[in-house]
């Protein structure tokens, strides 16, 4: 069990020292010690805070050689415990507090950042809901619980043929910008400092894509767009999508591969839950996956991947990420239905009555026998890639840390245990099966910007600092 150990002076620094530990560093587990500030909400230098400014912690935690990973980041998250952010409530401040309580709740799990995802709807839909899921850390209020990165729209430029449980009904082919903002809404897509002249930044890492773009996109809810590329004028339109600091990800496409090599020589950085609602791979047009591989002309985007057991054979997993192991990043493509019993539950999808039956662990769309998303948890997912993958802790564990950060843009912030980063932090626990045969982590601790706001055993109570 960690202990603690409280400072004897009466002045109080926010500062906390966690001892005892193996820090995630790159691909290694490193055993060092990490200080956290809750004043400032970031990791702090600790030679330079003990040695330099002669810095006593307020209390040294021991943590009997456990593991402290960067909080999660969640890339692909549609709702969770009763919440899907695709849907309008009567009073739309009620859509607020529910999706305050899912924060709280989602923290829980080890998520400390994410995308709220909202899927192929009406205009209207977009334009209510948007400005409740833009960016959502300025407050640095660690008791709010996962703050939002930014919005990822997923839908309706996607293709017909590659729906998914998308309504085919509402989906919409672009041939202008203005048809992007007359959907989404100009103020959700096009930040206000924006002007036309800019254009997006030049990428010659030949490894993976980097997201960084001439501006930020936290002045607009938009982070991340999911497309199919080979629809209307939608390539041409990536380069002002990406002036604008948005993410283009390519999914729900027929795109062969020359379509999804132009798509990311336009700026095309990201692939949405890859093999799932794609043209599969042949040996003689590879598709969007044929991206993946290593060319003289081309960069490598990264992708998500479910890896829930049901979305993807594990051998899949496996061939995923041994074709381009730094572009990989674990998502859920959870639904409303976390944390939920088995039943039916209705679904927002555009237009008409629909609901998604949970059985277990599938989700399907009523009457059709398709997959409706999943409703597993990152933690899970992670543990599954680290048992079929033969990747490493540290390799598991940079899926949903570093490389989603990077993709994001925000390396150095998040996603990193180096000093000046945000100090959302997950301690975690390893488990082995009886048997030997499956390894596990588990979610101990939670920390967000330096405030531990989760311990294990103690959801309910005074330990808890994750406020209703």
């Known amino acids: 069990m960690p202990t603690a150990v409280r400072s004897a002076s009466p002045r109080r620094n926010g500062i906390t020292k966690l001892t005892n530990c193996r820090l995630l560093r790159g691909d290694e587990l ?8 809750s004043i400032t909400g970031k990791i702090i230098r600790s030679q330079s805070a003990f040695y330099e400014e002669l810095i006593m912690p307020d209390e040294v935690i021991d943590l009997g050689g456990r593991i402290v990973s960067p909080g999660f980041i ?10 899907n952010f695709s849907t309008v409530t009567e009073d739309m401040a009620q859509y607020g507090k529910q999706l305050r309580d899912l924060n709280k709740k989602l923290a829980q799990t080890g998520v400390t950042s994410y995308l709220p995802t909202v899927t192929s709807q009406k205009s209207n839909l977009y334009k209510k809901v948007l400005p409740y899921l833009g960016p959502s850390g300025a407050s640095r209020r660690a008791h709010d619980g996962a703050e939002s990165l930014g919005a990822h729209v997923e839908g309706p430029f ?3 043929t590659k729906n998914g449980i998308h309504n085919t009904s509402i989906m919409r082919v672009a041939s202008s910008f203005s048809d992007l903002e007359d959907m989404y809404g100009a103020a959700n897509i096009t930040p206000p400092s924006f002007s036309g002249s800019q254009s997006p930044s030049s990428v010659s890492d030949d490894t993976s894509l980097s997201s960084s773009s001439p501006i930020t996109s936290s002045d607009i809810p938009i982070k991340k767009i999911t497309v199919a590329p080979e629809l209307g004028a939608m390539t041409s339109l990536i380069p002002e999508l990406t002036a604008r600091g948005i993410i283009v990800s390519i999914g729900h496409s027929e795109a062969t591969y020359e379509e999804a090599s132009t798509a990311v020589s336009a700026g ?4 949405t839950h890859l093999f799932n609602a794609m043209r599969p791979l042949h040996h003689r047009n590879p598709g969007i996956f044929g991206v993946l591989g290593v060319t003289e002309t081309t960069s490598r985007p990264y992708f998500g991947l479910i890896a829930d057991g049901i979305h993807l054979h594990p051998a899949t997993v496996k061939i995923a990420w041994h074709a381009h192991p730094a572009g990989l990043i674990l998502v859920t493509d959870a639904m409303h239905m976390v944390g939920l019993p088995d039943g039916r539950y209705p679904w927002t999808n555009g237009e008409g009555e629909h609901f998604i039956v949970k059985k277990g662990g599938v989700l399907e769309l009523e009457g059709t026998g398709v997959i409706a998303g999943s409703s597993t948890t990152l933690i899970e997912c992670i543990n599954n890639f680290l048992n079929w993958s033969g990747a490493t802790i540290p390799q598991a564990l940079k899926t949903v840390t570093a490389t989603p950060a990077t993709m994001l843009g925000a390396q150095g912030i998040k996603g990193t245990l180096d000093a000046g980063a945000d100090a959302d932090l997950v301690v975690l626990s390893e488990t082995v099966s009886d048997d030997g045969g499956r390894r596990e982590l588990v979610v101990d601790e939670v920390w967000k910007f330096g405030v531990k706001i989760f311990e294990k055993g103690h959801e309910n109570g005074r330990k808890s600092s994750l406020r209703e």
Do not use: H
């Open 74 to 83: 969640e890339c692909q998250l549609n709702g969770a415990y009763g919440f």
């Open 158 to 160: 996607l293709n017909p």
């Open 30 to 37: 490193v055993w060092d010690d990490a200080w956290v500030s």
């Open 268 to 271: 095309a950085t990201m692939i």
